[in-house]
């Protein structure tokens, strides 16, 4: 994954447990793949483990997010971010048209709620 604007290439494993996110991002197993309909959605981590999407919170709408799978690249355009709470799993919901969908904790160094960013398939 690469973000430009954040200056940021990881790689994206799979699993979002917590023994997962210790490698980095992860690849939440029941959301959709790369360039398909559906929901693509990563977690990672703000703080510990290097964390990658420290700077989540710096994107903006027509920010660009770019997800290789193989030989593939898929672009993906930020639309909004917003913050739930843990518990609210809605922004992991199916999708109709390809989407991804990026989680962090918020605020930084605190579980208390959710940062989430949502993007969509750049020419489906």
Known sequence: MEIPRLQLRVQVGEGVSPKDLRKGPGHYPESALPGQKGNLAIAGHRTTYGGPFRRLHELVAGDVIIIAKGEQ?????VQKSWVVLPTDLSPLDPT?????????C????????RLIVRAVLENP
């Open 73 to 77: 690249s898929f672009r993906y355009v």
């Open 96 to 104: 109709d048209i390809p989407s991804l969908t990026l989680t962090t």
């Open 106 to 113: 918020e605020p930084p160094g605190s579980a208390a709620y």
